[in-house]
């Protein structure tokens, strides 16, 4: 089960308290307190683990605790200090604050581990309130109590890639064939319920991630369909990839302005990262021209059929990239426009080393910022 958020409270362990007793032993004259120190509380840790892959662990689940420290021993002996809680999660953990909605943590580094809620102190044994005047303390100090907060956990996937587009446009037959993915398909909408990842080889050395997530329809960012829950799973994607299904009932262009339309009102932040279409199911075309179609729809995006085939483009269709020879990557355009077929396999290789080439476009536009 993909379980992207939980909510609860945690505690850290409660400090022990010391320890009232009297030094009694044989041949020993003169004898006095000796009560020792309660031991300090368990500390609550986060842990980033690449193995686990989901917050299915804490479904359920409304409270977690770390221990208490012991109390003090006589012969001046500290209490235990209480067991630490680790909450492993995986990468991509947002830890929220549930009452103020601040991100504490952003958990994105595997194997990062970060101190949440530090465990209260332990008391005094009766030792240290020796003196002159009192000989002969019988008091001692309860521990610290440890710190609560109310917390909520969001899981946002990491991915250099992410899939956009309505139900049933070919994403997770894409990400099945092109990938190390094996999402459910079937020919009606909504199959995919929840996101997936998968690893794109490209050649022998390099590789990135894929991330397809639950179709997105009018209104997603709203609320409507399951697009706003998971919405935030293309939020940490470098690049994104429409995929936009020629064989729809919808026009291309009319799928392509919904879709960037409800990422913008997601998040302006995510509608300026680099981008790419690819024109999905051509080998399900049922019109008249499929060439013009393809035109036409490049066209009303305000751009011009490429001339040049730097990637080795299989088949006859139209399409475009962008030409960067002699201008710099401008990312208020798609890198470039693809006709693909899933199912005959056409250009699925040449849209690996394309995205390949966008993500790397990607890394020099920061290095230039």
Same mark, same amino acid.
Request: with cysteine.
């Given at each position: 089960?993909?379980?992207?958020?939980?909510?609860?409270?945690?505690?850290?362990?409660? *400090?022990?308290? *010391?320890?009232?007793?009297?030094? /009694?032993?044989?041949?020993?004259? !003169?004898?006095?307190?000796?009560?020792?120190?309660?031991?300090?509380?368990?500390?609550?840790?986060?842990?980033?683990?690449?193995?686990?892959?989901?917050?299915?662990?804490? =479904?359920?689940?409304? #409270?977690?605790?770390?221990?208490?420290?012991?109390?003090?021993?006589?012969?001046?002996?500290?209490?235990?200090?209480?067991?630490?809680?680790?909450?492993?999660?995986?990468?991509?953990?947002?830890?929220?604050?549930?009452?103020?909605?601040?991100?504490?943590?952003?958990?994105?580094? +595997?194997?990062?581990?970060?101190?949440?809620?530090?465990?209260?102190?332990?008391?005094?044994?009766?030792?240290?309130?020796?003196?002159?005047?009192?000989? /002969?303390?019988?008091?001692?100090?309860?521990?610290?109590?440890?710190?609560?907060?109310?917390?909520?956990?969001?899981? =946002?996937?990491?991915?250099?890639?992410?899939?956009?587009?309505?139900?049933?446009?070919? =994403?997770?037959?894409?990400?099945? +064939? &092109?990938?190390?993915?094996?999402?459910?398909?079937?020919?009606?909408?909504?199959?995919?319920?929840?996101?997936?990842?998968?690893?794109?080889?490209?050649?022998?050395?390099?590789?990135?991630?894929?991330?397809?997530?639950?179709?997105?329809?009018?209104?997603?960012?709203?609320? /409507?369909?399951? *697009?706003?829950?998971?919405? !935030?799973?293309?939020?940490?994607?470098? &690049?994104?990839?429409? +995929?936009?299904?020629?064989?729809?009932?919808?026009?291309?262009?009319?799928?392509?302005?919904?879709?960037?339309?409800?990422?913008?009102?997601?998040?302006?932040?995510?509608?300026? /990262?680099?981008?790419?279409?690819?024109?999905?199911?051509?080998?399900?075309?049922?019109?008249?021209?499929?060439?013009?179609?393809?035109?036409?729809?490049?066209?009303?995006?305000?751009?011009?059929?490429?001339?040049?085939?730097? #990637?080795?483009?299989?088949?006859?269709?139209?399409?475009?990239?962008?030409?960067?020879?002699?201008?710099?990557?401008?990312? &208020?355009?798609?890198?470039?426009?693809?006709?693909?077929?899933?199912?005959?396999?056409?250009?699925?290789?040449?849209?690996?080393?394309?995205?390949?080439?966008?993500?790397?476009?990607? =890394?020099?536009?920061?290095?230039?910022?």
């Amino acid at each position: 089960m993909f379980i992207d958020s939980a909510r609860f409270s945690v505690t850290s362990g409660k *400090g022990g308290q *010391g320890c009232a007793a009297f030094r /009694r032993e044989k041949f020993v004259v !003169k004898g006095g307190p000796d009560g020792g120190d309660g031991g300090k509380g368990g500390d609550v840790y986060f842990l980033v683990d690449n193995n686990t892959d989901t917050l299915s662990n804490y =479904k359920g689940r409304k #409270f977690f605790k770390a221990d208490n420290g012991k109390q003090g021993l006589g012969g001046r002996m500290t209490g235990k200090s209480g067991e630490h809680l680790v909450l492993i999660v995986p990468p991509g953990t947002q830890v929220i604050d549930d009452e103020t909605n601040e991100i504490i943590f952003d958990l994105v580094e +595997v194997g990062e581990k970060v101190l949440f809620l530090e465990g209260g102190k332990g008391g005094l044994g009766n030792v240290h309130f020796k003196n002159s005047r009192n000989q /002969r303390p019988t008091y001692f100090q309860p521990g610290l109590p440890g710190q609560l907060r109310k917390i909520r956990l969001e899981l =946002k996937l990491i991915a250099d890639v992410g899939l956009v587009g309505y139900p049933n446009v070919g =994403k997770s037959t894409l990400i099945s +064939v &092109t990938s190390n993915a094996s999402p459910e398909i079937a020919n009606y909408e909504f199959t995919t319920l929840t996101p997936k990842l998968g690893v794109v080889e490209v050649g022998n050395y390099n590789s990135f991630v894929m991330a397809d997530i639950p179709g997105i329809i009018d209104g997603a960012s709203e609320g /409507r369909g399951l *697009g706003l829950e998971f919405l !935030k799973h293309i939020e940490r994607t470098k &690049t994104l990839l429409f +995929v936009i299904d020629v064989a729809n009932y919808r026009t291309m262009i009319d799928q392509y302005r919904v879709l960037k339309e409800e990422v913008s009102k997601f998040s302006g932040e995510l509608a300026k /990262r680099n981008y790419a279409i690819v024109l999905s199911k051509i080998d399900g075309y049922i019109g008249e021209n499929l060439e013009e179609d393809i035109n036409k729809f490049i066209e009303d995006i305000g751009l011009e059929v490429s001339k040049t085939n730097e #990637f080795k483009f299989e088949g006859d269709y139209p399409y475009f990239i962008q030409d960067l020879v002699y201008s710099r990557f401008d990312n &208020t355009k798609p890198y470039f426009v693809l006709p693909i077929s899933s199912l005959t396999k056409l250009n699925l290789k040449s849209l690996g080393f394309a995205l390949y080439n966008l993500l790397e476009q990607g =890394k020099d536009e920061k290095i230039s910022n």
